[in-house]
């Protein structure tokens, strides 16, 4: 099937409004075309540094303008990620993803940052870094060092967005995408839904995924976690069909993609999550916290897997790794 960059909003509206469980059987239908339907992908997130940034989204528990209670942390040690990129390794996972509260990370931290990516890649994972926004050199740094996928989110429509965030723009993470694409990294980028936004914002979140030059690799589908001290505590909780059906769209309109069912998790039912699979979720973040907030419980995720007869995807072997191999043969 030919992936298509041309997706209208009256198409993606089309899609989103129809009934539910005709979008859930279409996304399915689609999901079976492109993926092994019982087959789930595992990340596992590590946050590096801890609170004090500087912008000012409205949803996060890291900014230094909120007062979310949280405990800041400086940068940890190279060591400790290691250690913890080892357990993510034993638990199954296949992707290792380091997380930094900053704007953009400083020239001072590039060394820093660059180590890890070559320590977790010899580990034999997937890596991934979401540090906000980078310029193209140190797109093309990560890229040498080995870091397989940049996470960096639209996270609302470009209408919705200056509600949600000031300090940087819409464009600002359009261009950083533009970089890591330039460099020859995969993308990972999605949004955030129950941000108080309608539904035709969730169709603009998805217009511009699905019309970037190349969809992105990864799309990471979070319902807020609402955070105490922030400007959205209080928003209404958004109806979890809500979440299924951006995630059905996004299966749809972007169908080679692996659709992650991201921060949120911890507040569904194995039911819902196994409609949210039905709907073409095919990738979580496991472990029991996310950067700074409760994930799901230790063996939770095993439990469901093996309830659902789900399995879960192996870290694909690169190609200096098959060379390899073969030449162990030979
Ligand atoms: N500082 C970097 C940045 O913003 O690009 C990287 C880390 S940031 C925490 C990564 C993403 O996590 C955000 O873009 C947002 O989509 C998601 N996120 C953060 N706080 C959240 C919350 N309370 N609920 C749901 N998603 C959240
Ligand atoms: C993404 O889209 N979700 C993850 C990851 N990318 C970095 C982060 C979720 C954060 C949830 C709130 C918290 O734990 O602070
Ligand atoms: Fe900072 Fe990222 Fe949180 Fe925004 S989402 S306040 S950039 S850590």
Known sequence: MELRHDWTRAEIQNLYQQPFLDLVFQAQQIHRQNFNANQIQVSILLSIKTGKCPEDCKYCSQSARYDSKLEAEKRIAVEKVISEAKEALASGSSRFCMGAAWRNPHERDM???LEMVRE???LGLETCMTL???NQSQAERLKDAGLDYYNHNL??????YSNIISTRTFDDRLNTLEYVRGAGMKVCSGGIVGLGEDTADRIGLLLELATLPIHPESVPINMLVPIE???????EKLDVTEWIRT???????MPKSYIRLS???ESLSDSDQALAFMAGANSIFSGEKLLTTPNVAQ???QQLFQKLGLTVEKPKPSIAELTLDAMSVA
Not at 229 to 235: F, M, N
Not at 247 to 253: C, D, G, S
Request: proline share 6%; charged share 25%; net charge positive.
């Open 111 to 113: 060394p820093y940052v």
């Open 120 to 122: 977790v890649k010899a």
């Open 132 to 134: 906000g926004m980078l």
């Open 155 to 160: 996270d609302t429509s470009r209408e919705y």
């Open 229 to 235: 001290g922030t400007p959205l505590a209080d928003v």
């Open 247 to 253: 995630i059905a769209v996004a299966r749809i309109i």
């Open 263 to 265: 921060a949120g998790r």
């Open 299 to 301: 063996g939770k995720d």
